[in-house]
């Protein structure tokens, strides 16, 4: 490596995603209009990824942006109307002085917390969140998604004009309140969808996806860090962290889904498992269990057995127990099923899926049918159940592996 | 989001004559008619895609065995009104605002203005991957993994 007094490309994104939210917060503050400052922050992020890895980073980038933005936003304004752009721009030129306000953490979170407004969908919040917060462009998250660009512009505007017309403005819930209470579920159900994403954009293989997964552990450290009493929001980093700990191993060279017992384990992330466990160890000592904890729970004990056989089913099948007195939800009962089948026998899986036809996806159900009665000994009712679970998947990796396990036991006999 | 595959053929609905007979108004409401659908949809964020297909007098069969030559001919191909004559493709919340979008393309007007009722294949787009972390952690964790094979 030679210094060339050029930027390297990835720390300056990682300060641009840093700083997106903060500058946004500032502008959304002084112009009360977070629609129009979020269009203002987008085009300063993609001015900045152009110039800055040319011409090196400015003095103070926070400053840089802010002026950029705020130079937007002024022209946008006074297009529209001329009165209100000189307070704005009064305003605006306070703001993005350099003796101006420092960082301010708590706008990070304000801007969440608006993106992540109940009104959206949540796949409209997900889309906002990731271009408002996370910094991306509409050009990237598009391509996580695999939709057009201009689709996806349209989701974002749409996405801004609803908060508007639903009246959300833009400041925190007062800590400790019902409101902040509701709106912190709806953040951290937001940023779980956003690390659920991942698996999908690993899909297209050729598209220079964003990693949504590693964009979902900073939001949710964020949180943490600002909220650390939160249980919950603790419960949801350490899941993320003790799931993703065993991406190096889950997918083969062409790309193809490896299952657990089947993952080399010596390339799971010990030091992510190491700091999800002391996260959630943490978190389950207030007292006050959630449903993140508890699906951390469940990772944590997969992520410390040495092997696959060595795995502890009974205590996942007393944590899935548990988790499905809270939430009442048959997919929960569905894995508790596969567990109680590992811990006590086929015949203890089997019992615990009557009553969830048409309550879970049908391949998935058809699935574990299978396998149980596979375990069982009736090959003829696991190749039945294995074939309608590969007519009715609704992905590739898997009604390959679902067809290929009917075609094995068909030949082989199980 | 899922994203749905919908199917327009040359099935008629109820129209009893071809588009070339109509009169050019009710030919002209035809066209605005889709013109507005895909302007929604576009504003909406759903519409991923869409095409418009050319019939069977510009289209061609290939075969090869791997050896010789491909063999290229102009058919034989299935019943006219079996041919996909276009197709969007929507990325939406659910099953049930698919079928919503497919109902609005099958009620494009026709003669006299009357929905035409042309039936809409809808069929769900498969994925490269389970479609998120959960699902395919419960998958690999379960029945895609718990035994190995």
Not at chain 1, 56 to 79: F, K, M, N, V, Y
Not at chain 2, 65 to 73: E, F, H, L, S, Y
């Amino acid at each position: 490596m030679t210094s060339t007094g050029v930027a390297d490309a990835a720390p300056i994104e990682d300060l641009l995603r840093e700083l997106a939210p903060q500058v946004l917060g500032v502008l959304a503050r002084q112009s009360g209009d977070f629609d129009a400052a979020e269009d203002a922050v987008q085009e300063a992020l993609i001015a900045a990824a152009d110039h800055w890895p040319r011409d090196g980073l400015p003095e103070s980038p926070r400053a840089w942006l802010l002026r950029t933005a705020g130079r937007r936003l002024i022209d946008q304004h006074r297009s529209e109307q001329a009165r209100s752009s000189r307070e704005l721009q009064t305003g605006l030129e306070a703001a993005t002085s350099p003796a101006a306000t420092p960082p301010d953490e708590d706008d990070t979170l304000t801007v969440l917390f608006l993106c992540c407004h109940p009104s959206l969908t949540p796949a409209s919040a997900i889309a906002l969140t990731l271009r408002a917060v996370g910094g991306l462009t509409t050009a990237q998250i598009a391509s996580a998604f695999l939709v057009p660009e201009a689709t996806m512009a349209q989701r974002i505007s749409r996405a801004k004009r609803t908060i508007r017309d639903a009246g959300a403005t833009f400041r925190m819930p007062a800590a400790g309140t019902p409101e902040h209470e509701a709106a912190l579920r709806n953040v951290l159900h937001v940023l779980y969808l956003v690390f659920n994403e991942g698996y999908v954009s690993s899909g297209g293989s050729e598209l220079d996806a964003p990693e949504l997964a590693d964009e979902a552990i900073r939001l949710a450290r964020l949180v943490h860090g600002q909220l650390p009493e939160d249980a919950e929001a603790a419960g949801l980093l350490a899941l993320m962290l003790l799931i993703d700990a065993r991406r190096p191993a889950r997918v083969d060279a062409s790309g193809d889904p490896i299952p657990l017992a089947d993952q080399d384990r010596s390339r799971w992330d010990r030091a992510r498992i190491a700091e999800g466990v002391t996260i959630l160890d943490a978190a389950i000592a207030t007292g006050r269990v959630g449903e993140y904890q508890f699906q951390a729970a469940i990772a944590a004990i997969h992520d410390r057995a040495p092997t696959a056989a060595e795995t502890d089913w009974s205590q996942i099948a007393a944590l899935y127990e548990m988790l499905e007195r809270i939430t009442g939800s048959p997919v929960v009962r569905l894995n508790r099923a596969v567990a109680a089948g590992m811990a006590d026998g086929p015949a203890a899986g089997l019992a615990l899926l009557d009553g969830l036809d048409g309550t879970v996806a049908a391949h998935r159900l058809e699935a574990v049918r299978a396998h149980l009665l596979e375990m069982a000994g009736d090959v003829d009712g696991a190749v039945r159940h294995y074939q309608a679970a590969a007519r009715l998947t609704t992905n590739l990796p898997e009604q390959r592996y679902l067809a290929m396990r009917a075609a094995r036991l068909r030949v082989e006999g199980g | 989001m899922t994203k749905y595959f919908l199917i327009v053929d040359f099935q008629p609905g109820i129209a009893e004559t071809p588009m070339e007979e109509w009169q050019p108004d009710e030919i002209e409401a035809h066209l605005d008619y889709y013109r507005r659908l895909n302007r929604e949809l576009v504003a909406s964020g759903e519409l991923v895609q869409q095409e418009v297909l050319t019939g069977p007098d510009l289209a061609k069969v290939v075969t090869f065995d791997g050896v010789t030559a491909p063999v290229v001919t102009d058919g034989p191909f299935q019943e006219f009104k079996e041919w996909i004559a276009g197709y969007q493709i929507v990325d939406v919340d659910s099953e049930e605002r698919a079928i919503e979008i497919a109902a609005q393309y099958s009620a494009v007007p026709g003669p006299g203005g009357a929905p035409i009722q042309q039936p809409i294949t809808v069929r769900r787009v498969m994925e490269f991957a389970p479609r998120s972390t959960p699902e395919m952690e419960d998958w690999l964790e379960t029945a895609g993994g718990a035994r190995r094979a």
